[in-house]
């Protein structure tokens, strides 16, 4: 009996260790979109060191001028997504209460609306794979999964995301954790 496709839609992936070298060593992507057509996630610890206000060109509201920029991937550097928290957001469409978007018209409506329970992060690029390519990652380990929260979404310190969350993953995965990122210096 054949098993049924498991989407990761909502879910975190952890670089396993595998990914030495590469642009995603130590990151942690949610996975925004997840189908037999591929899969779209955005990199939630990589801040670019850019506020909103550098790139983007267009008038934002004051509120979202400062805000940090992320970069979400390698594909695709000068798109643009974010994503966005409320109390309540019937039409989430990545997990409860969590909207991704991608136009510049939404998220200055969403700069110049107030609720005190509203996140937002914004992104620059985006991590995708074509039909078939994430699962082969995780069949090799590359990935560790992890259920998303929006505490974990929005951490304070995404700079810590990685290590933070393989800490509580367990004993097994703290080696991962606190190896030094360039195995020649252990």
Not at 95 to 121: C, T
Request: hydrophobic share 40%; with cysteine; proline share 8%.
């Amino acid at each position: 009996m054949a098993q049924p496709e498991q989407f990761l839609k909502g879910h975190l992936l952890l670089d396993s260790g595998q990914l030495r070298g590469s642009f995603f060593q130590r990151t942690v992507v949610l996975i925004c979109q997840h189908d037999g057509e591929g899969a779209f996630g955005l990199v939630l610890n990589r801040n670019t060191g850019n506020k909103l206000s550098e790139v983007v060109v267009a008038d934002v509201p004051e509120l979202l001028k400062s805000n940090p920029l992320y970069l979400g991937g390698p594909v695709q550097p000068s798109a643009l997504s974010f994503l966005h928290s409320d109390a309540f957001l019937p039409e989430a469409n990545v997990m409860p209460n969590l909207n991704l978007g991608h136009s510049l018209d939404a998220l200055v409506d969403i700069g110049e609306s107030f609720s005190p329970a509203q996140k937002l992060r914004v992104f620059v690029g985006y991590a995708g794979w074509s039909p078939g390519q994430l699962e082969q990652e995780l069949q090799r380990e590359a990935w560790i999964v992890h259920p998303a929260n929006l505490e974990l979404v929005f951490d304070p310190n995404p700079e810590r995301l990685w290590t933070s969350i393989l800490w509580q993953k367990g004993w097994q995965y703290r080696l991962l954790a606190d190896a030094p990122e360039d195995p020649s210096v252990n």
